[in-house]
């Protein structure tokens, strides 16, 4: 039993406290401050990271990552389309959630590798900052089209200058210029309490899950299924490239993870100005109401021990 | 009291659009508006304003009846199909005319 | 434009009744409610809105004469009595009347 | 139902007056008031509400015609020149007048 | 002078700038956090406390003290009723939150001990939660009779699902399923954190104490003995029940500090939905404006003292 | 680069995400949190410190700082009113902010002084109480003359029972009161967590700067160089004021920065009540948008180079 980590404790009992109509809720500015504190650390992490090596040799990483995120939604596209029967705004905005990335998830991710001790590569929290942004605009162009029309600085602004990234990239950015000893004065705010914090953030979210789960009935069964089976296939897709990048298995199975997780905060905000047509509430009960739990209860182990598996076997 | 009849918009609509909003208002002409956080239900589903994505804001224009039709009117066809939105207008009376565009 | 006259219900009450109150305009059949934190005094006394025991909420029913009339004559019967509570009506009107009900 | 006419008065106005606008208030008879959070922007410039220095506060005083018109004065020519403020009256009708002073 | 503890000089100030009328106020959802973390610290304290010993070991103390907690409203009903003149619904409601608990003064009270180095048995967070709940149904059956109209279930998730009860709950079982090495993670927020967060909520308590003070004139003399010589004896109660418990002196002294203290969170919430009859600003005033001052400023030492006196003479 | 404190990192990035018109914004109610925070953590500081030595010795030190607190706002009304051809209300209300203080550039120093090891008199928390002050009572009077009407009592209550003196004022005490062992329990809140909370009010000060710089460009030259040249001046009064009381070099470049600082909590809210006809909008671009980034970015280094610098010369 001690072996499930206690934010995920978090996680079930706002899950349990919403599905039984609790009046229990994050105050909405308690909860903002919380996401904020998130996206803040994974950036100064990632960016401490990056002021311990030299940024070229991490350029052909990035860029093969770049490319992952123009591809992974147009993956999901047709099949949205097709065998889901959505409309193209719909297919277009699930998609976009879906080659996007979940920082939440992340979270959990790295919160389980520190838990088991298990080495990773700091710069993921680099990778979560590229991933959130390509299929962003792929998503935009498949709803779209090409056409001249869309107004794509309007659209940079939005994705860019959103809180999700925007913050992010601020941690990135501080993290990198102060760098490791630099950052050490503001550590008990934003490494100490970590944990802590993603606790408060999972029991909001296990609270926002369950407001979903009704959602989930008249949607029916294809995005149960489709919530599940892609973060399957995404984070095989992940392993392939954390492998092809030569990380180790915890930076592996992060990655596999971030493939594998879906967008509820960044990519939700540009669709709702940039493809309004499309309807919120299908996009985000796939992304929070499965694929969110799925991911951070079963999906996170089942991703390590294909990690450890995939390098095991190529060692 | 020399008091001086005009109309009151009211929008409820997604927080989203708040900034979009302001500009529609301005670039109208209105001189003026007011918000405050709100939440609610209505034909779009339930808007319990816990997080962002869910959090209604309420927008209140005083104005003239010719701008407040025009406003109306132009967030009814920019918006309405695609998102939540509920707009009404009333007669209010205000002291300082002057303060609010016709 | 098309306007169609029709009614606001503004209610001022406890915060702690906020999931009673929407449960009942549900059933008398309201389509929408937008709710508003808010703080206030009146004859039972000051409510600062420092903390949820004296806090208040403001919600807002658009909804047609008759129901609006129905929802103000249920909220008296059923909570005047024993909790701070104000209610007024006032007129508005709607673009998209088939949106409220009545 | 006995409907009851009577007047609400609504203020929007920086929240640095709030306890001067009650006082105000009360002094004058005022038997309730209800105060919400807001944003806006006026003929004073953007009032954003990310501090409070620029954080509006929007009052609602149901009362009586005459009241009214003496509050709406009073706040006129008191705050109007050095503050960022607006005033509406609008119609509304109550269930039990007797909440209300006038 | 340096023997008060730092939290209570925030209670002072608060008392003190609520009583010059400053504006100075915690934001509301910073209440709400402050509280919230409170709750959760102290169910997590009581659930490590669980995972450490045989629950079966504990079944006949917490036997006892729910015993006790349908108890002590019957204890004061009738003199709240025949020399207070409360009619039954006030008599009843304010019954209710004397029987009941204060997590607040429950979290001043493990301060005291632990500046003190004075032992105490873990599990007391657990009979906090125990204390909160009997007192509301003997309130509401005290004030409606056994009538079967009363909507037990919907009195009962009120109760069991109100924020503060939830939170406690909560708490409890994820520190008694992730142990004390699980949570070791969220630490610095929940435990190193507790007692300046602690100390920004009993500031806010002076805050609402002030506010309350205007009512005391209004409700008179009755309230003010009745908020001081409540506690007392309770106090006595308590320490009776600590020792029949075998508890140690710090044990004995908080079981005595709860029993004496008075709920403003759950009771008051219950209360206004079951019994909306009863006028909240009684038992406010008595609970928040007299019982909880004087139990942390001078109910706690004496409670110690009554503690330790009681065992010498046993001893 | 690493010489640069993270905290100014935040600061530049708030300005950045402003200027660009990004949607980040720190929730208000956090944003009071986090003042809140500073100004108890700013008091207790210098509470702890008057619990360390007789409160006696520090007297004359203090009467001195009050009395610079008055002449400073006298030093520059003039000039605004002359050669800045404000009215008398602006000048007055401008003459107050530069002669009070601003807690987060005290803050920023304070930071920058910890990073670099250099000591300095921790009473200085209590010259940013005495501070804040005087000042506004001189605008009031430069405002409206002495006349009769002025209702004193009223200033009184509002300047000294506003939330940024309350809270410097109320941590004062609790910090003498319970003494360095005493606030122990309480530091991980206040104390550790520091500079991580200064970091997040400076992200909010960067996005508020940005907001003013709208402002300066429609009043002018004038505001831009006053915003400059008063915290040099002032800053080498305060050098020599330093000097006079003997403080060491940090305390000194200390001291300089207090006087080099604008007010923009305390003074405004009392300006606001006080002096209503006053345009706010003036007084707090220049504080806020020349002064408060000039003196965090650029000030505080000169006046360290310029206490040190004097010190040699009288050494
Ligand atoms: N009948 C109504 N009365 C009051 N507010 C409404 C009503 N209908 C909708 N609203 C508000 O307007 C928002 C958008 O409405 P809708 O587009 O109908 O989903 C809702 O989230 C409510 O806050
Ligand atoms: N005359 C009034 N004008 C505006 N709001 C009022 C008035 N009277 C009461 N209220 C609001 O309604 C709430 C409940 O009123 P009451 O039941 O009279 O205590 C108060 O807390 C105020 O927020
Ligand atoms: N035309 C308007 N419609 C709605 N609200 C307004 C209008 N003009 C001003 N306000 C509100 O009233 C406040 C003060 O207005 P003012 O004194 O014109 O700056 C503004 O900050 C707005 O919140
Ligand atoms: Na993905
Ligand atoms: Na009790
Ligand atoms: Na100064």
């Known amino acids: 039993m001690n072996s499930i980590d206690p934010i995920i404790w978090f996680f079930l009992f706002g899950l349990f406290a919403g599905a039984m109509k609790s009046e229990l809720r994050l105050p909405s500015q308690i909860y903002d401050f919380v996401s904020m504190l998130l996206l803040l650390t994974i950036g100064l992490k990632g960016g401490i990271e990056l002021a311990n090596q030299p940024f070229a040799t991490l350029l052909p990483q990035m860029a093969l990552v770049v490319g992952m995120g123009f591809l992974l939604p147009l993956l999901v596209f047709p099949i949205l389309k097709h065998v889901g029967k959505f409309n193209k705004a719909d297919s277009a905005s699930i998609a976009a959630h879906y080659g996007s990335v979940s920082v939440g998830t992340f979270a959990v991710a790295v919160a389980y590798m520190n838990t088991r001790n ?45 809180k999700g990234v925007m ?16 950052v050490e004065s503001i550590s008990p705010l934003f490494f100490d309490l970590f944990k802590g914090i993603l606790a408060l953030f999972l029991l909001e979210m296990g609270l926002i899950t369950a407001s979903q789960l009704g959602s989930l009935k008249r949607y029916g069964l294809f995005l149960v299924i489709f919530g599940i089976v892609t973060p399957l296939i995404f984070s095989v897709i992940g392993t392939a490239t954390g492998l092809a990048l030569g990380l180790s298995i915890g930076g592996t199975a992060i990655l596999a993870t971030l493939f594998a997780s879906a967008s509820y905060i960044a990519v939700p905000a540009a669709m709702r100005i940039s493809v309004p047509e499309a309807n919120p509430t299908l996009s985000l009960t796939a992304s929070l109401g499965i694929t969110f739990p799925f991911n951070i209860l079963l999906g996170i182990p089942l991703y390590h021990w294909l990690a450890s598996s995939a390098q095991n076997i190529l060692a | 009291m020399n008091n001086h009849k005009t109309k ?26 007011t ?61 300082r005319p002057t303060k609010f565009s016709d």
Chains 1, 5, 6 share one sequence.
């Open chain 2, 8 to 33: 009151l918009l009211t929008v409820i609509t997604e927080a989203a659009l708040e900034s979009r909003l302001i500009n529609d208002i301005e670039q109208l002409g209105g001189l003026g508006y």
């Open chain 1, 167 to 182: 913050f992010l990239l601020g941690g990135l950015f501080i993290g990198w210029l102060s760098g490791p000893s630099g």
């Open chain 2, 35 to 95: 918000i405050t956080n709100a939440r609610g239900k209505g034909s779009r589903g339930l808007r319990s304003g816990s997080w962002e994505a869910n959090a209604n804001i309420r927008i209140e224009v005083i104005c003239g009846p010719e701008l407040v039709n025009q406003l109306a009117e132009h967030l009814q066809r920019k918006y309405y199909d695609n998102y939540a939105m509920v707009t009404f207008t009333s007669d209010v009376e205000v002291l």
């Open chain 1, 118 to 162: 298990i080495e990773f590569e700091e710069h993921m929290a680099l990778f979560v900052v590229l991933l959130e942004i390509p299929a962003i605009l792929v998503g935009i162009v498949l709803a779209k089209g090409l056409s001249k029309d869309t107004q794509w600085s309007t659209v940079g602004h939005e994705v860019l200058l959103g």
